[in-house]
């Protein structure tokens, strides 16, 4: 089974710019595994921002954006705020299968 | 609005088995693919199965195959996941949600495997 990698943590100050990044053991991230990412608070259930590459559902905000980057999947945030501290996760799709990363920590500090 | 509504957690020995209920409503069921994905405690995400709308076609992750089986009522507008010969490392916290795209997602019910 394929292997999502993620940064474990990142930090971005308030107001700032940061981007996540999604990488596959199996070569580079394409529009064909359909990446996904999703946002988890503490206690609260998984939150889905973004699918299929870079589409956003109306609850997203706009200061995530999302694309293809150097053969990975990427989330970038900009303008962050307090309440975008939480843990990200990316997730492939693989032939039938998905997988998920093993998510960021993004601290906004 | 949508709900996804979980049901059918709770402890369990090594070996036994279980079946989880994901009750949807506010949408239409049928039209929908589902997936399961659970939870370890302090862990991340792990997805462990989905279903088409009709429930001809099911995909498992490979640590549940042969395992776990998922299936759905569309009468009653419920996914259910089977789960048997279930192991320590199977407690979680498991959340159904719904595809195409996947969006919405339960509050999840806690399995704990133990003796």
């Known amino acids: 089974q394929a292997v999502v990698t993620q940064e474990p943590s990142l930090t971005v100050s308030p107001g700032g710019t940061v981007t996540l990044t999604c990488g596959s053991s199996?070569?580079?991230?394409?529009?064909?595994?359909?990446p996904y990412w999703f946002q988890q608070k503490p206690g609260q259930a998984p939150r889905t921002l973004i699918y299929?590459?870079?589409n956003k559902h109306s609850w997203t905000p706009a200061r995530f954006s999302a694309s293809l980057l150097g053969g990975k999947a990427a989330l970038t945030l900009s303008g962050a705020l307090p309440e975008d501290e939480a843990e990200y996760y990316c997730?492939?799709?693989?032939?039938?299968?998905?997988?998920f990363g093993g998510g960021t920590k993004l601290t906004v500090l | 609005e949508v709900q996804l509504v979980e049901s059918g957690g709770g402890l369990v020995q090594p070996g036994g088995s279980l079946r989880l209920s994901c009750a949807a409503s506010?949408?239409?069921?049928?039209?929908?693919?589902m997936h399961w994905v659970r939870q370890a405690p302090g862990k991340g995400l792990v997805w462990v199965s989905r279903i088409n709308s009709d429930g001809s076609t099911t995909t498992y992750a490979d640590s549940v195959k042969g395992r776990f089986t998922v299936s759905r009522d569309n009468a009653k507008n419920t996914l259910y996941l089977q789960m048997n010969s279930l192991r320590a490392e199977d407690t979680a916290v498991y959340y159904c949600t719904r595809d195409q795209p996947i969006d919405y997602w339960g509050q999840g019910t806690l399995v704990t495997v133990s003796s």
């Open positions: 199996t070569g580079a991230v394409t529009s064909g595994h359909y």
């Open positions: 997730f492939l799709y693989y032939s039938g299968a998905r997988v």
């Open positions: 506010g949408f239409t069921f049928s039209r929908h693919w």
């Open positions: 299929d590459t870079s």
